[in-house]
DNA sequence: TGTACATCAGTGAACGCGCGTTCACTGATGTAC
DNA sequence: TGTACATCAGTGAACGCGCGTTCACTGATGTAC
């Protein structure tokens, strides 16, 4: 039956964040539609009135997965300068790591992305050319010249750390946190020292 | 019909090192059982002759992957101590991006791990140990109670900028290869410095 | 304002398909005598 | 050395199952008059 224009964009809102947790903690292949529709209290068929396929809803998920991670890095300054160290707290964390499904989605998804469609890879890229921006204004005690690359290798640095400490977490609990607290410090250094 | 022994022990590595390929590919979701016997030159029922389940499979391809990406990775120095900037030229490079088949298992699957059971997450540990450890064997110049998480980072952090350019390859190759060499140098200057 | 009805978000049965796994069978191997 | 036969790696049809997608249908919404 036909709902409100209200409703039916809360709906697909609700379509896009349930597939994004799910997605973001189990895999894109991981997930079936059926679920997806289940979480967002509809049936899967109302998934192919808003969205034309599985794929198409994977890539709005992602990008408004990377919204929200980036809109919670944002809001860790109080309107003062965002510091680095600040970040880094937030993102190389035992919290971050253990909740994939609220967490930043190019640290749950950054080895499966790469077999996705183009559409994917484009939001993946505008998200992290975000987290690079933001990382690289609050490097101020890096010459200029050097900002870019080390924001680079900090982003990339962070991603490894967090997939290397879920994948890690299983196994081997202890050697998963020692690998977040060194990260989250050596990458905290890169912003303090000269070039 | 019955093979002699050595010929069933040959398909068997033959299928652990199709698995492998496969998966490093194309993900353990995204590839069935029928296409691995192909690839090994058998049919989906000899695997379950050699192996209990594809799951048991999975575990058994991880291991020979990262068993044989520490060979290609010990061969780097020719008898002479490793030096930690020949590995970076080999793990953090256009190349070792674009060969994902024939790659490091740790950048290929690093976000997959965290969703398979127990014995997938304890073979991703013994290869990711054993990367620490020939990493901090390279940090000669880093103080020795420092060594151990610088090298933690350093792999992380290649772990992650192969993953990340991997996943921007396709949207944005420029930034794919920007991410590569950034990473290759920042991560080298980790190894030179003091404290 | 009241009425008629076109719109379209949402439902859920049904589709073809490929998945992982099972199992009865085959037949060369390799051993016991 | 020659023969009989148990072993077991490998085959492939068949299984139940869940997948993504389609589509005829429903019925409240919202608009035209």
Same mark, same amino acid.
């Given at each position: #039956? @036909?709902?409100? @224009?209200?409703?039916?964009?809360?709906?697909?809102?609700?379509?896009?964040?349930?597939?994004?947790? !799910?997605? =973001?903690? =189990?895999?894109?292949?991981?997930?079936?539609?059926? $679920?997806?529709? @289940?979480?967002?209290?509809?049936?899967?068929?109302? &998934?192919?009135?808003?969205?034309?396929?599985?794929?198409?809803?994977?890539?709005?998920? +992602?990008?408004?997965? +990377?919204?929200?991670?980036?809109?919670?890095?944002?809001? &860790?300054?109080?309107?003062?300068?965002? =510091?680095?160290?600040?970040? !880094?707290?937030? !993102?190389?964390?035992?919290?971050?790591?253990?909740?994939?499904?609220?967490?930043?989605? +190019?640290?749950?998804?950054?080895?499966?992305?790469?077999?996705?469609?183009?559409?994917?890879?484009?939001?993946?890229?505008?998200?992290?050319?975000?987290?690079?921006?933001?990382?690289?204004?609050? !490097?101020?005690?890096?010459?200029?010249? $050097?900002?870019?690359?080390?924001? &680079?290798?900090?982003?990339?640095?962070?991603?490894?750390?967090?997939?290397?400490?879920?994948?890690?977490? @299983?196994?081997?609990?202890?050697?998963?946190?020692?690998?977040?607290?060194?990260? =989250?410090?050596?990458?905290?250094? #890169?912003?303090? $020292?000269?070039?």
């Amino acid at each position: #039956m @036909k709902v409100t @224009k209200q409703r039916a964009a809360e709906n697909r809102a609700a379509l896009v964040r349930a597939a994004g947790r !799910l997605f =973001r903690e =189990r895999g894109i292949d991981g997930v079936g539609v059926a $679920e997806i529709g @289940k979480a967002a209290g509809l049936t899967y068929g109302a &998934l192919y009135a808003q969205f034309p396929s599985k794929d198409a809803l994977a890539a709005e998920a +992602l990008a408004e997965g +990377l919204r929200a991670s980036h809109e919670r890095v944002t809001a &860790l300054s109080g309107g003062d300068p965002l =510091r680095l160290g600040d970040v !880094l707290d937030f !993102l190389v964390s035992t919290r971050h790591r253990d909740e994939i499904a609220a967490g930043c989605p +190019l640290t749950a998804s950054a080895s499966e992305i790469a077999r996705q469609d183009g559409t994917v890879s484009a939001r993946f890229v505008e998200g992290f050319e975000r987290s690079v921006a933001t990382i690289e204004a609050t !490097l101020v005690g890096v010459p200029v010249a $050097e900002r870019r690359a080390r924001a &680079l290798t900090i982003v990339a640095g962070q991603i490894g750390a967090v997939a290397v400490a879920r994948a890690a977490a @299983k196994a081997h609990p202890a050697l998963s946190d020692e690998v977040i607290g060194a990260t =989250r410090r050596v990458l905290g250094e #890169m912003g303090g $020292e000269g070039a």
